[in-house]
């Protein structure tokens, strides 16, 4: 018995020990960068001996929350901070990171119908509003010549919490339609004007598999991972394009030449001739002061890994890497944290 | 005999100093849940301070707009939703779980009885997000083929059953929520059904009563007190339920007459937009619905407290 517990104080010390010494982050945010986040945090605690990240993707609304009171070290979100979001936070500066790519993507459940669809903004943006009901619309066939649609009404299936990618898919659809724009508008949460509402990326997958003729949006990964149909979009030059790590970082080209300062764009609707137009990049929100100089100095350090390092292994996860020239831009904004 | 020794003891010389340690213990842990549910009302009152000063209490209840974008906020489409869902429950999950109590108490062998009951409380603990599951892959899909057609076929004249048959919807809520709560109200209308005395029955029996008339006329209004406490007991969870409904209801912040139309609830709509509400106004409306929840969970047992005062005093009393 002694020794039992003995081993047991042995292991209880074995596993606390290096918690004592390790230089420990605290970050919470947006969940749809959470599966690389994970995969990055643990291979750089595992390549800088003593540095611990802890990731809790609790949502994008989450981590600009954590970063505003200070309850973490730096958040993440899908959604760049609003000039009024930065403006209530008390303790500083907060620095924007673009990190990596992704891209939001139309899935449908129509039987019958084998071809990938094709949707223009307009056509999603009034199958949303409700004002292109059926899917035998004259307007959805224009796009799809040779596909027999059904004479079926339309389902339209939405994200029923706050997220990123109903933002993403908000914006763009409020660029794209003027009618949009003035209904409904661009927010992680909207007012949805028709349809029923799926709980997360697995909600609004579960609900397009079951539900005929329905029509949903999810992350890219999403719907790869479920092996579920989704169509093209057109683009801003007129090109019907497929989401994929070559379009969307196609779609981050334009916006690596004209990146603002603060690096708070939105990358929707973006020129180029094969450049998908529902992507966005998702930020890291760093402060740019800490209290504890090590903090800093750690903050950095993963800064730079996940710009050089980290920036490899996106395309495994089907996450598109940054632009060069984004990339350089972020190094020298590293320099600021102190 | 040392034990008898020292209750002997006890007996001499009673010392008051264990029952007044116990008295305080036991009135600190009661104090504690009042304090608990008091800290309750409290932190929901607080924070829920932004949008009831914006947007007024009154205001808040009878509006049926949920606009993030615009900063505008109603609870009306979400109590509505809650209010529906459980009376729809409770009008499946009754009559079924009455019947079941009955069927186990009064005509079931001893070991049928038993074992049946067994299962019935293992279904009790089965977590809301497995019958969510199972409702999304079994339920919703025989609702939208099979019942709601066919409801819609036979009593489509009435404006309960008509739109468009989705499978998920303010039915389907309500039919996961029965399933969910017949445990209940089957586990403790059993248990105050076989508290009633033997010599009841026996008595009724002797006047010539049958076996049926016995239990429906005797033993049920004699367990009343229980079977309506099963039942209220099954309609806070009801109300309170969030992931099962939040996964079949549809999500869709409006008041429909409609049965098979989509709605939403108060719990799910905290849990599916509390975590992503930014700004100051969207997280206190949230905020304030739990407070809303609070007031209609209170009221309707105040309600069911009123309920079983009235009958009792006109009917039989429990000695």
Redesign the interface.
Known sequence: MKTFSLALAGLFLAATAPWATAQKLNACGATFPDPIYKTWFGEFGKAHAGMQINYEA?????G??GVTDGTVDFGASDMPMTD??LAAVKSGKILHFPTVMGAVVPIYNLAGVTQDLKFSGPVLADIFLGSIAKWSDKRIAAENPGVKFPNE?I?VIHR????GTTFVWTDFLSKVSPDWKSK?????????PK?????QSA?VT??VK??PNSIGYVELLYALQNKIGYGSVKNSAGTFVKADVASVTEAAAGAAKNMPDDFRVSITNAAGKNAYPISTFTWLLIPSKFSDPAKAKQVKELLHWVLADGQKECAALSYAPLPKAVVTKEEKQIDAIQ | MATATAAVKAVKAPSPTGDIVARWVVLVFAASLLAIAVLLVYELFIGSAPAREKLGLWGFLFSSKWNPVTEDFGALPFVYGTVVTSVVALLISVPFGLGAAIFLSELAPAGVSNALTFVIELLAAIPSVIYGLLAIFTLVPLMRLYIEPFLKHTLGFLPLFQGPAYGVGFLTAGLVLAIMTVPFIISVSRESLLAVPRDQREAALALGATKWETTWQIVVPYAKLGILGSVFLGLARALGETMAVTMVIGNDPSVHASLLAPGYSIAAVIANEFSEASGKLHPAALVELGLVLFGLTMAINGFARLMIAATTSKGSRRP
């Open positions: 609790n949502g994008s609304g989450g600009v929350k009024q979001e009404d389902v029923t919490d706050g997220s409904v508008g661009a927010a992680k949460s909207v007012s949805w349809g029923l509402g799926g709980a909600g579960g609900l079951q539900t």
